[in-house]
Protein backbone atom coordinates (compact mmCIF):
# COMPACT_ATOMS: atom_id res chain seq x y z
CA UNK A 1 0.00 0.00 0.00
CA UNK A 2 1.46 3.11 -1.19
CA UNK A 3 0.73 5.99 0.96
CA UNK A 4 -0.73 8.01 -2.29
CA UNK A 5 -2.95 5.63 -2.80
CA UNK A 6 -6.79 5.24 -1.62
CA UNK A 7 -6.30 3.90 1.89
CA UNK A 8 -8.40 0.42 1.69
CA UNK A 9 -9.56 -0.92 5.37
CA UNK A 10 -9.51 -4.42 4.42
CA UNK A 11 -6.40 -4.45 2.64
CA UNK A 12 -4.34 -2.39 5.98
CA UNK A 13 -6.51 -5.20 8.28
CA UNK A 14 -4.85 -8.02 6.11
CA UNK A 15 -1.86 -6.72 6.49
CA UNK A 16 -1.73 -6.23 10.11
CA UNK A 17 -3.11 -9.83 10.33
CA UNK A 18 0.22 -10.80 8.13
CA UNK A 19 2.23 -8.61 10.62
CA UNK A 20 1.08 -10.30 13.59
CA UNK A 21 1.30 -14.14 11.55
CA UNK A 22 5.27 -12.91 10.71
CA UNK A 23 6.66 -11.47 14.27
CA UNK A 24 4.27 -14.68 15.82
CA UNK A 25 7.22 -16.77 14.59
CA UNK A 26 9.58 -15.49 16.16
CA UNK A 27 11.85 -16.62 13.33
CA UNK A 28 12.47 -12.50 12.03
CA UNK A 29 15.57 -10.40 13.17
CA UNK A 30 15.41 -7.93 16.18
CA UNK A 31 15.36 -4.86 13.72
CA UNK A 32 12.75 -6.80 11.63
CA UNK A 33 10.60 -7.23 14.18
CA UNK A 34 10.61 -3.70 15.36
CA UNK A 35 10.23 -3.05 11.91
CA UNK A 36 7.28 -5.10 11.18
CA UNK A 37 5.44 -3.86 15.29
CA UNK A 38 6.13 -0.14 14.31
CA UNK A 39 4.32 -0.99 10.62
CA UNK A 40 1.58 -2.65 12.48
CA UNK A 41 0.96 -0.19 15.00
CA UNK A 42 0.60 2.32 12.40
CA UNK A 43 -1.98 0.54 10.01
CA UNK A 44 -3.60 0.06 13.38
CA UNK A 45 -4.23 3.35 14.22
CA UNK A 46 -4.99 4.52 10.61
CA UNK A 47 -7.87 1.52 10.45
CA UNK A 48 -8.92 3.88 13.94
CA UNK A 49 -8.98 7.01 11.89
CA UNK A 50 -10.60 5.53 9.17
CA UNK A 51 -13.27 3.53 11.16
CA UNK A 52 -14.66 7.16 12.02
CA UNK A 53 -13.80 9.54 10.03
CA UNK A 54 -16.85 9.84 7.36
CA UNK A 55 -19.26 12.12 8.33
CA UNK A 56 -22.46 10.83 8.12
CA UNK A 57 -25.04 12.82 4.90
CA UNK A 58 -27.47 11.98 2.88
CA UNK A 59 -28.03 13.84 -0.19
CA UNK A 60 -29.68 13.36 -3.45
CA UNK A 61 -28.86 14.75 -7.05
CA UNK A 62 -31.08 17.02 -8.81
CA UNK A 63 -30.61 15.69 -12.52
CA UNK A 64 -31.57 19.06 -13.93
CA UNK A 65 -28.13 21.27 -12.21
CA UNK A 66 -26.70 18.32 -11.01
CA UNK A 67 -25.84 19.83 -7.88
CA UNK A 68 -26.10 17.67 -4.49
CA UNK A 69 -29.54 18.76 -2.40
CA UNK A 70 -30.22 17.29 1.11
CA UNK A 71 -32.27 14.24 1.30
CA UNK A 72 -34.91 14.24 4.21
CA UNK A 73 -34.40 10.85 5.54
CA UNK A 74 -37.59 10.54 7.70
CA UNK A 75 -40.28 10.21 5.20
CA UNK B 1 -89.08 -11.56 -26.50
CA UNK B 2 -87.80 -9.58 -23.70
CA UNK B 3 -88.97 -6.56 -23.47
CA UNK B 4 -86.84 -3.05 -22.23
CA UNK B 5 -87.78 0.03 -20.41
CA UNK B 6 -85.04 1.75 -21.21
CA UNK B 7 -82.15 1.33 -23.60
CA UNK B 8 -79.91 1.15 -19.98
CA UNK B 9 -81.30 -1.50 -19.25
CA UNK B 10 -80.85 -3.40 -23.03
CA UNK B 11 -77.27 -2.07 -22.23
CA UNK B 12 -76.92 -3.36 -18.90
CA UNK B 13 -78.41 -6.70 -20.07
CA UNK B 14 -75.92 -7.69 -22.85
CA UNK B 15 -73.23 -6.50 -20.32
CA UNK B 16 -74.31 -8.92 -18.18
CA UNK B 17 -74.03 -11.50 -20.35
CA UNK B 18 -70.61 -10.66 -22.06
CA UNK B 19 -69.19 -10.75 -18.24
CA UNK B 20 -70.69 -14.14 -17.61
CA UNK B 21 -69.33 -15.55 -21.15
CA UNK B 22 -65.63 -16.81 -20.40
CA UNK B 23 -64.47 -15.51 -24.00
CA UNK B 24 -65.82 -12.29 -23.89
CA UNK B 25 -64.77 -12.00 -19.68
CA UNK B 26 -61.40 -12.72 -20.41
CA UNK B 27 -59.57 -12.56 -23.59
CA UNK B 28 -56.56 -11.69 -25.54
CA UNK B 29 -56.44 -10.50 -29.31
CA UNK B 30 -54.25 -9.66 -31.35
CA UNK B 31 -54.43 -6.45 -33.78
CA UNK B 32 -53.02 -3.08 -35.04
CA UNK B 33 -53.33 -0.02 -33.24
CA UNK B 34 -54.56 2.96 -34.86
CA UNK B 35 -56.49 6.09 -33.82
CA UNK B 36 -54.59 6.42 -30.71
CA UNK B 37 -54.84 8.91 -28.22
CA UNK B 38 -53.84 9.10 -24.49
CA UNK B 39 -55.47 11.91 -23.12
CA UNK B 40 -53.21 14.53 -21.40
CA UNK B 41 -56.08 14.74 -18.00
CA UNK B 42 -56.73 11.70 -17.47
CA UNK B 43 -53.56 9.81 -18.99
CA UNK B 44 -55.90 6.90 -20.06
CA UNK B 45 -55.24 5.51 -23.79
CA UNK B 46 -58.06 5.26 -26.31
CA UNK B 47 -57.26 3.38 -29.62
CA UNK B 48 -58.65 1.19 -32.08
CA UNK B 49 -57.48 -2.31 -33.08
CA UNK B 50 -58.28 -3.26 -36.41
CA UNK B 51 -57.17 -5.99 -39.20
CA UNK B 52 -57.36 -6.13 -42.43
CA UNK B 53 -61.41 -6.60 -41.96
CA UNK B 54 -62.37 -5.23 -38.93
CA UNK B 55 -62.01 -2.74 -35.93
CA UNK B 56 -63.06 -2.70 -32.38
CA UNK B 57 -62.56 0.16 -30.16
CA UNK B 58 -60.16 0.04 -26.88
CA UNK B 59 -59.20 1.69 -23.72
CA UNK B 60 -56.28 1.27 -21.65
CA UNK B 61 -56.59 2.85 -18.09
CA UNK B 62 -53.51 5.27 -17.20
CA UNK B 63 -52.57 3.00 -14.56
CA UNK B 64 -52.20 -0.34 -16.34
CA UNK B 65 -50.50 2.07 -19.43
CA UNK B 66 -47.88 3.12 -16.68
CA UNK B 67 -47.02 -0.44 -16.45
CA UNK B 68 -45.58 -1.06 -20.21
CA UNK B 69 -42.12 -1.64 -21.10
CA UNK B 70 -42.78 0.18 -24.32
CA UNK B 71 -45.03 3.36 -25.68
CA UNK B 72 -48.03 1.97 -28.26
CA UNK B 73 -47.61 3.78 -31.31
CA UNK B 74 -50.00 3.72 -34.51
CA UNK B 75 -49.77 0.98 -36.72
CA UNK B 76 -47.98 -0.90 -33.89
CA UNK B 77 -48.64 -4.80 -33.68
CA UNK B 78 -50.38 -6.47 -30.26
CA UNK B 79 -51.57 -9.02 -28.32
CA UNK B 80 -54.02 -6.86 -26.01
CA UNK B 81 -54.90 -9.09 -22.79
CA UNK B 82 -58.72 -7.65 -21.44
CA UNK B 83 -62.35 -7.96 -21.51
CA UNK B 84 -65.23 -7.11 -23.95
CA UNK B 85 -67.63 -4.32 -22.49
CA UNK B 86 -70.53 -2.20 -24.38
CA UNK B 87 -69.70 1.41 -22.97
CA UNK B 88 -73.15 2.11 -22.10
CA UNK B 89 -73.03 6.37 -22.67
CA UNK B 90 -71.96 5.83 -26.71
CA UNK B 91 -73.34 1.84 -26.72
CA UNK B 92 -69.92 1.40 -27.91
CA UNK B 93 -68.88 -2.71 -28.07
CA UNK B 94 -65.02 -2.43 -26.82
CA UNK B 95 -62.30 -4.03 -25.05
CA UNK B 96 -60.93 -2.89 -21.42
CA UNK B 97 -57.41 -3.86 -22.22
CA UNK B 98 -55.24 -4.35 -18.71
CA UNK B 99 -52.23 -5.78 -20.27
CA UNK B 100 -50.36 -5.23 -23.91
CA UNK B 101 -47.75 -7.19 -25.46
CA UNK B 102 -45.72 -6.12 -28.92
CA UNK B 103 -46.48 -8.72 -31.08
CA UNK B 104 -43.31 -10.38 -32.61
CA UNK B 105 -41.24 -10.05 -29.71
CA UNK B 106 -41.81 -13.61 -27.93
CA UNK B 107 -42.96 -13.07 -24.59
CA UNK B 108 -40.89 -11.76 -22.06
CA UNK B 109 -39.28 -14.67 -19.86
CA UNK B 110 -38.57 -16.39 -23.43
CA UNK B 111 -36.82 -13.01 -23.95
CA UNK B 112 -35.19 -12.68 -21.13
CA UNK B 113 -33.60 -16.37 -21.24
CA UNK B 114 -31.98 -15.48 -25.00
CA UNK B 115 -30.94 -12.17 -23.05
CA UNK B 116 -29.13 -14.07 -20.40
CA UNK B 117 -28.15 -16.73 -22.80
CA UNK B 118 -26.21 -14.59 -24.91
CA UNK B 119 -24.46 -12.78 -22.13
CA UNK B 120 -23.73 -15.47 -20.31
CA UNK B 121 -21.91 -16.93 -23.62
CA UNK B 122 -20.12 -13.29 -23.78
CA UNK B 123 -18.96 -13.68 -19.96
CA UNK B 124 -20.12 -10.82 -18.33
CA UNK B 125 -21.29 -12.97 -15.55
CA UNK B 126 -18.53 -14.39 -15.33
CA UNK B 127 -16.90 -14.27 -11.25
CA UNK B 128 -13.57 -13.33 -12.11
CA UNK B 129 -15.27 -9.96 -13.58
CA UNK B 130 -16.62 -9.29 -10.18
CA UNK B 131 -15.10 -6.18 -8.49
CA UNK B 132 -14.45 -6.82 -4.72
CA UNK B 133 -17.20 -4.54 -2.08
CA UNK B 134 -15.08 -2.22 0.01
CA UNK B 135 -15.52 -2.81 3.66
CA UNK B 136 -15.64 0.92 4.43
CA UNK B 137 -16.88 2.90 1.42
CA UNK B 138 -16.14 6.38 1.01
CA UNK B 139 -19.48 7.01 -0.25
CA UNK B 140 -22.30 5.16 -1.31
CA UNK B 141 -23.89 5.99 -4.44
CA UNK B 142 -27.65 4.58 -4.79
CA UNK B 143 -30.06 4.91 -7.53
CA UNK B 144 -33.21 4.12 -7.20
CA UNK B 145 -36.79 5.74 -6.90
CA UNK B 146 -36.85 8.53 -4.51
CA UNK B 147 -40.48 8.17 -3.20
CA UNK B 148 -41.30 4.80 -1.45
CA UNK B 149 -39.96 2.54 0.89
CA UNK B 150 -36.76 0.96 -1.02
CA UNK B 151 -34.91 4.54 -0.28
CA UNK B 152 -35.80 4.50 3.45
CA UNK B 153 -35.05 0.96 4.21
CA UNK B 154 -31.70 1.53 2.78
CA UNK B 155 -30.94 4.69 4.90
CA UNK B 156 -32.87 3.12 8.00
CA UNK B 157 -30.12 -0.51 7.47
CA UNK B 158 -27.13 2.23 7.02
CA UNK B 159 -28.13 4.38 9.97
CA UNK B 160 -28.40 0.60 12.00
CA UNK B 161 -25.36 -0.57 11.08
CA UNK B 162 -22.87 2.13 10.85
CA UNK B 163 -23.40 5.86 11.58
CA UNK B 164 -20.04 6.66 9.60
CA UNK B 165 -21.40 6.68 6.04
CA UNK B 166 -22.13 9.03 3.45
CA UNK B 167 -24.69 8.61 1.00
CA UNK B 168 -25.67 10.06 -2.22
CA UNK B 169 -29.04 9.09 -4.06
CA UNK B 170 -29.22 9.39 -8.10
CA UNK B 171 -33.32 9.25 -8.61
CA UNK B 172 -34.44 7.37 -11.07
CA UNK B 173 -37.45 5.46 -12.46
CA UNK B 174 -37.61 2.04 -11.67
CA UNK B 175 -40.34 1.11 -13.81
CA UNK B 176 -41.67 1.55 -17.16
CA UNK B 177 -39.72 3.04 -20.54
CA UNK B 178 -37.58 5.47 -18.84
CA UNK B 179 -36.17 2.96 -16.29
CA UNK B 180 -33.34 1.69 -17.67
CA UNK B 181 -31.95 4.82 -19.43
CA UNK B 182 -32.12 6.37 -16.07
CA UNK B 183 -30.19 4.08 -14.49
CA UNK B 184 -27.31 4.19 -17.04
CA UNK B 185 -27.45 7.91 -16.44
CA UNK B 186 -27.12 7.30 -12.79
CA UNK B 187 -24.38 4.84 -13.54
CA UNK B 188 -22.50 7.50 -15.98
CA UNK B 189 -22.90 10.02 -13.45
CA UNK B 190 -21.17 8.20 -10.10
CA UNK B 191 -18.56 6.81 -12.42
CA UNK B 192 -17.63 10.54 -13.45
CA UNK B 193 -17.17 11.60 -9.52
CA UNK B 194 -14.27 10.11 -8.10
CA UNK B 195 -15.79 9.78 -4.08
CA UNK B 196 -17.95 7.10 -4.48
CA UNK B 197 -16.99 3.57 -3.84
CA UNK B 198 -19.85 1.78 -4.37
CA UNK B 199 -23.11 1.84 -6.29
CA UNK B 200 -26.17 0.20 -5.09
CA UNK B 201 -29.12 -0.13 -7.95
CA UNK B 202 -32.37 -0.72 -5.89
CA UNK B 203 -35.76 -1.07 -6.55
CA UNK B 204 -38.52 -3.38 -4.43
CA UNK B 205 -40.61 -6.81 -5.98
CA UNK B 206 -43.00 -6.50 -8.60
CA UNK B 207 -43.63 -9.09 -11.71
CA UNK B 208 -41.71 -9.44 -14.59
CA UNK B 209 -43.00 -6.84 -16.52
CA UNK B 210 -42.44 -4.02 -13.52
CA UNK B 211 -38.79 -5.39 -13.14
CA UNK B 212 -38.49 -5.31 -17.49
CA UNK B 213 -36.39 -2.18 -17.25
CA UNK B 214 -33.77 -3.96 -15.45
CA UNK B 215 -33.67 -6.97 -18.21
CA UNK B 216 -31.80 -4.71 -20.95
CA UNK B 217 -29.11 -5.41 -22.85
CA UNK B 218 -27.43 -1.86 -23.09
CA UNK B 219 -28.05 -1.74 -19.30
CA UNK B 220 -26.28 -5.59 -18.63
CA UNK B 221 -22.86 -3.70 -20.61
CA UNK B 222 -22.78 -0.72 -18.86
CA UNK B 223 -23.03 -2.35 -15.45
CA UNK B 224 -20.21 -4.53 -16.52
CA UNK B 225 -18.33 -1.29 -17.71
CA UNK B 226 -18.73 0.46 -14.86
CA UNK B 227 -15.34 0.66 -13.03
CA UNK B 228 -16.96 0.98 -9.41
CA UNK B 229 -18.63 -1.94 -7.47
CA UNK B 230 -22.36 -2.42 -8.60
CA UNK B 231 -24.65 -3.97 -6.08
CA UNK B 232 -27.73 -4.35 -7.75
CA UNK B 233 -30.97 -5.27 -5.47
CA UNK B 234 -33.57 -5.22 -7.93
CA UNK B 235 -36.89 -7.29 -6.89
CA UNK B 236 -37.57 -9.02 -4.01
CA UNK B 237 -35.90 -12.49 -2.59
CA UNK B 238 -36.77 -14.57 -6.07
CA UNK B 239 -36.91 -12.13 -8.32
CA UNK B 240 -34.28 -12.21 -10.58
CA UNK B 241 -32.94 -9.81 -13.59
CA UNK B 242 -30.40 -9.48 -15.77
CA UNK B 243 -28.98 -6.78 -13.83
CA UNK B 244 -28.74 -9.20 -11.14
CA UNK B 245 -26.55 -11.65 -12.56
CA UNK B 246 -24.39 -9.08 -14.24
CA UNK B 247 -23.43 -7.15 -11.09
CA UNK B 248 -20.67 -7.53 -9.23
CA UNK B 249 -22.77 -8.91 -6.16
CA UNK B 250 -26.61 -9.71 -6.28
CA UNK B 251 -28.85 -8.50 -3.00
CA UNK B 252 -32.00 -10.32 -2.59
CA UNK B 253 -33.93 -7.02 -1.16
CA UNK B 254 -32.70 -3.59 -0.82
CA UNK B 255 -32.47 -3.90 2.84
CA UNK B 256 -29.53 -6.61 2.31
CA UNK B 257 -27.97 -4.24 0.08
CA UNK B 258 -27.09 -1.84 2.72
CA UNK B 259 -25.85 -4.62 4.80
CA UNK B 260 -23.64 -5.81 2.29
CA UNK B 261 -21.74 -2.00 1.08
CA UNK B 262 -20.40 -1.22 4.72
CA UNK B 263 -19.34 -3.25 7.30
CA UNK B 264 -21.11 -3.56 11.17
CA UNK B 265 -19.35 -0.66 13.16
CA UNK B 266 -19.54 -2.76 16.24
CA UNK B 267 -17.39 -5.72 14.35
CA UNK B 268 -14.90 -4.00 13.06
CA UNK B 269 -14.51 -1.71 16.05
CA UNK B 270 -13.81 -5.15 18.03
CA UNK B 271 -11.88 -6.55 15.22
CA UNK B 272 -9.25 -4.13 15.30
CA UNK B 273 -9.26 -4.03 19.23
CA UNK B 274 -8.25 -7.82 18.72
CA UNK B 275 -5.71 -7.35 16.39
CA UNK B 276 -4.28 -4.53 18.23
CA UNK B 277 -3.69 -6.67 21.23
CA UNK B 278 -2.61 -9.46 19.39
CA UNK B 279 0.40 -7.71 17.67
CA UNK B 280 1.52 -6.29 21.27
CA UNK B 281 1.23 -9.70 22.72
CA UNK B 282 3.05 -10.99 19.59
CA UNK B 283 6.06 -8.25 20.15
CA UNK B 284 5.84 -9.29 23.68
CA UNK B 285 6.31 -13.08 23.47
CA UNK B 286 8.73 -12.05 20.69
CA UNK B 287 10.70 -10.11 23.21
CA UNK B 288 10.21 -13.29 25.70
CA UNK B 289 11.33 -15.19 23.37
CA UNK B 290 14.97 -13.48 22.91
CA UNK B 291 15.64 -13.23 26.72
CA UNK B 292 14.81 -16.74 27.04
CA UNK B 293 17.67 -17.20 24.18
CA UNK B 294 19.70 -15.20 25.88
CA UNK B 295 19.39 -16.41 29.38
CA UNK B 296 20.77 -19.99 27.32
CA UNK B 297 23.54 -18.50 25.92
CA UNK B 298 24.52 -16.93 29.26
CA UNK B 299 24.22 -20.31 31.14
CA UNK B 300 26.21 -22.60 28.33
CA UNK B 301 29.22 -19.76 28.19
CA UNK B 302 29.62 -19.59 32.26
CA UNK B 303 29.42 -23.35 31.80
CA UNK B 304 31.63 -24.10 28.90
CA UNK B 305 34.05 -21.09 28.99
CA UNK B 306 35.47 -21.12 32.37
CA UNK B 307 36.39 -25.39 32.58
CA UNK B 308 37.96 -24.05 28.86
CA UNK B 309 40.08 -21.16 31.02
CA UNK B 310 40.36 -23.50 34.04
CA UNK B 311 41.93 -26.32 32.10
CA UNK B 312 44.32 -23.97 30.06
CA UNK B 313 45.65 -22.72 33.44
CA UNK B 314 45.94 -25.81 34.57
CA UNK B 315 48.72 -26.24 31.66
CA UNK B 316 50.31 -23.47 32.05
CA UNK B 317 50.16 -24.42 36.35
CA UNK B 318 51.87 -27.48 35.70
CA UNK B 319 54.79 -25.93 32.85
CA UNK B 320 55.14 -22.97 35.51
CA UNK B 321 55.33 -25.62 38.07
CA UNK B 322 58.20 -27.13 36.20
CA UNK B 323 60.47 -24.09 35.40
CA UNK B 324 59.67 -23.36 39.12
CA UNK B 325 60.75 -26.69 40.51
CA UNK B 326 64.13 -25.60 38.82
CA UNK B 327 64.07 -21.86 40.11
CA UNK B 328 62.74 -21.72 43.94
CA UNK B 329 59.61 -23.40 46.08
CA UNK B 330 59.30 -19.88 47.78
CA UNK B 331 58.12 -18.38 44.02
CA UNK B 332 56.58 -21.93 43.61
CA UNK B 333 54.34 -21.44 46.15
CA UNK B 334 53.81 -17.76 45.62
CA UNK B 335 52.73 -18.61 42.45
CA UNK B 336 50.91 -21.81 43.09
CA UNK B 337 48.50 -19.78 45.51
CA UNK B 338 47.79 -17.07 42.94
CA UNK B 339 46.92 -19.21 39.73
CA UNK B 340 45.15 -21.35 42.31
CA UNK B 341 42.86 -18.11 43.71
CA UNK B 342 41.86 -17.08 39.88
CA UNK B 343 41.10 -20.75 38.95
CA UNK B 344 38.81 -21.02 42.29
CA UNK B 345 37.44 -17.73 41.23
CA UNK B 346 36.58 -19.02 37.69
CA UNK B 347 34.86 -22.04 38.95
CA UNK B 348 33.09 -20.51 41.48
CA UNK B 349 31.13 -18.64 38.49
CA UNK B 350 29.62 -22.04 37.19
CA UNK B 351 26.58 -22.73 38.67
CA UNK B 352 27.01 -26.60 38.16
CA UNK B 353 30.32 -26.98 40.14
CA UNK B 354 28.56 -26.06 42.90
CA UNK B 355 25.84 -28.24 42.05
CA UNK B 356 28.07 -31.45 41.75
CA UNK B 357 29.11 -30.68 44.94
CA UNK B 358 25.93 -31.45 46.32
CA UNK B 359 24.15 -28.30 46.54
CA UNK B 360 21.10 -27.37 44.73
CA UNK B 361 19.13 -24.72 43.82
CA UNK B 362 15.65 -23.90 44.28
CA UNK B 363 13.00 -21.91 41.53
CA UNK B 364 9.23 -21.01 41.53
CA UNK B 365 7.82 -19.54 38.49
CA UNK B 366 10.93 -19.47 36.81
CA UNK B 367 12.60 -17.57 39.82
CA UNK B 368 15.36 -18.48 42.26
CA UNK B 369 14.01 -18.77 45.49
CA UNK B 370 16.40 -16.99 48.02
CA UNK B 371 14.38 -16.70 51.15
CA UNK B 372 11.36 -18.55 52.51
CA UNK B 373 9.39 -15.07 53.06
CA UNK B 374 6.86 -15.02 49.98
CA UNK B 375 6.17 -19.00 49.67
CA UNK B 376 2.96 -20.69 50.87
CA UNK B 377 2.20 -24.35 51.37
CA UNK B 378 1.17 -25.99 48.19
CA UNK B 379 3.49 -23.57 46.11
CA UNK B 380 5.11 -25.65 43.58
CA UNK B 381 8.97 -25.15 43.61
CA UNK B 382 11.23 -26.39 40.97
CA UNK B 383 14.82 -28.03 42.54
CA UNK B 384 17.52 -27.94 40.10
CA UNK B 385 20.47 -30.92 40.71
CA UNK B 386 23.39 -31.08 38.21
CA UNK B 387 21.89 -33.67 36.26
CA UNK B 388 18.21 -32.72 35.88
CA UNK B 389 15.55 -31.01 38.28
CA UNK B 390 11.99 -32.34 40.37
CA UNK B 391 9.12 -30.50 40.97
CA UNK B 392 7.89 -30.41 44.59
CA UNK B 393 5.19 -28.99 46.75
CA UNK B 394 5.56 -26.91 49.93
CA UNK B 395 4.14 -29.14 52.76
CA UNK B 396 5.81 -27.08 55.88
CA UNK B 397 7.84 -23.85 55.88
CA UNK B 398 10.20 -22.76 58.52
CA UNK B 399 11.89 -19.42 58.90
CA UNK B 400 15.07 -20.15 61.10
CA UNK B 401 14.06 -23.22 63.81
CA UNK B 402 10.53 -21.66 63.82
CA UNK B 403 7.26 -23.18 61.53
CA UNK B 404 5.48 -20.40 60.57
CA UNK B 405 3.51 -22.50 57.63
Redesign the interface.
Known amino acids: MADNDKFLYEDAIEELSRIVDKLSTGKCSLDDSLDLYTRGVKLASLCDKKLSEVEKKIAVINKDSLEEEPFAEDQ | MYTFESVTQLNSYANELLSNDPGTASLSVTGEISNLTIYRSSGHAYFTLKDAESQISCVMFKSYLQGLNFTPKDGMKVVLTGSCAIYSASGRFQIKAFAMAQKGKGDLAEQMKLLHRKLSAEGLFAQEHKL ?1 I ?3 P ?1 RIGVISS ?2 GAVI ?1 DI ?1 NTL ?1 RRN ?9 AAVQGEACAPDVM ?1 GLD ?1 FSSRDDIDVIIIARGGGSLEDLWGFNNEELARKIYDCRIPVISAVGHETDYTICDYVADLRAPTPTAAAELCI ?1 K ?1 EE ?2 T ?2 AN ?2 S ?2 NL ?2 M ?2 AE ?2 RRRLDALKDSKALYSPMVYVESLRTSLEAVKKDLDNSGKALVNEHRYRLKSIIDGIEMLGPMNVLKRGYSYATKDDRAVTEVKGLNIGDNLDFVFSDGSINVEVKDIYEGDAKIG
Do not use: R
Open positions: HPVLEPVHINPFYSLLLYPAYGYLINLKKMLALNYLQ
